[in-house]
C-alpha cells in the first residue's frame, strides 16, 4: 500500500527555534498534502493544505507565517514551526492523497517545546 | 462547518465479541472515513466510503447519507483490535470526530 514517512518523529527543542518537519509519499506522486495536528486529549484538527507548486491554504486561526509550508513537489511537504513556543508542543502529523482517493498518514512527529 | 459524534467515546469488550461504533455528522458529505490511531499515535486508514457498505476482513463500514450515519463494525473482536477509531469527513481536509477508545480484553 502507499506509504508516507515524516521525519523527524520526535523533536525537542528550545523556546524561539524554529523546527521543520518533513512528509514524503514514498511510492506514489501526492497531489495534495494536508497537514494536521493533535493536541493531548483532543481531536485531530486540520492545519492546512498543501498542493504542489501553489501556496498552502491554512484554516481559519492558523498562523500562516508562523507555520511555513513548502511544497516544492510532488512526494516532498515540510512545515516549518517557527519561534516556536511550548504552546506549539503538539503531534503533528501530515497526509498525502491522489485526487479522489484515500488519505494515506505519516507516522507523526511529536514536538516538545521547553 | 462539519460536526462530527461519535459514540460510544469508550468500549470495553470481551475478545470475540462484535462491535459497533458509530458517527453521525450534521452537514451533507462527499466522503466518509474511519481510521485507527494506535498508541504511538499513527494513523492507517481503514475505510474511504460515500455511500452503502465495504468489508475488509472483520471489518464493515457502512454509511446511510440520508441520515448522515455511519457504522463501523468488528466481527470476532480480538485484543490486537484495540485502539482508537476515528470518523472524519470531508472531501479534502478532513474533520475528525473524538475517537472511540476500544479496549478487547483476552
Known amino acids: 500500500g502507499a506509504v508516507v514517512s515524516q521525519h523527524p518523529s520526535w523533536v525537542i527543542c528550545k523556546s524561539g527555534t524554529s523546527v521543520k518537519i518533513e512528509c514524503r509519499s514514498l511510492?506514489?506522486?501526492?497531489?495534495?498534502m494536508f497537514w494536521y495536528r493533535q493536541f493531548p486529549k483532543q481531536s485531530l484538527m486540520l492545519m492546512a493544505t498543501?498542493?504542489?507548486?501553489?501556496?498552502?491554504?491554512?484554516e481559519q486561526g492558523v498562523e500562516k507565517d508562523k507555520f511555513l509550508i513548502n511544497h516544492a513537489s510532488l512526494t516532498l511537504s515540510t512545515l516549518t514551526v517557527t519561534s516556536a513556543h511550548p504552546e506549539d508542543s503538539s503531534f503533528y502529523i501530515c497526509?498525502?492523497?491522489?485526487?479522489?482517493?484515500?488519505?494515506?498518514f505519516g507516522p507523526g512527529t511529536r514536538l516538545l517545546v521547553l | 462547518k462539519n460536526e462530527v459524534e461519535q459514540s460510544p467515546q469508550n468500549l470495553t469488550a470481551q475478545e470475540g465479541e462484535f462491535i459497533t461504533i458509530n458517527c453521525s455528522y450534521s452537514?451533507?458529505?462527499?466522503?466518509l472515513h474511519w481510521l485507527q490511531q494506535h498508541p504511538g499515535g499513527g494513523i492507517v486508514s481503514l475505510f474511504m466510503?460515500?455511500?452503502g457498505k465495504k468489508k475488509h476482513g472483520r471489518l464493515i463500514a457502512t454509511i446511510n447519507i440520508q441520515e448522515k450515519h455511519s457504522s463501523l463494525h468488528i466481527t470476532a473482536s480480538h485484543p490486537r483490535d484495540s485502539a482508537v477509531y476515528i470518523c472524519a469527513v470531508g472531501a479534502d481536509g478532513l474533520t475528525f470526530g473524538k475517537g472511540t477508545h476500544l479496549i478487547i480484553q483476552p
Open positions: 452537514v451533507g458529505i462527499s466522503a
Open positions: 511510492d506514489f506522486q501526492a497531489t495534495t
Open positions: 466510503l460515500s455511500s
Open positions: 497526509s498525502a492523497r491522489v485526487i479522489f482517493e484515500t488519505q494515506y
Open positions: 498543501s498542493n504542489e507548486g501553489s501556496k498552502a491554504t491554512y
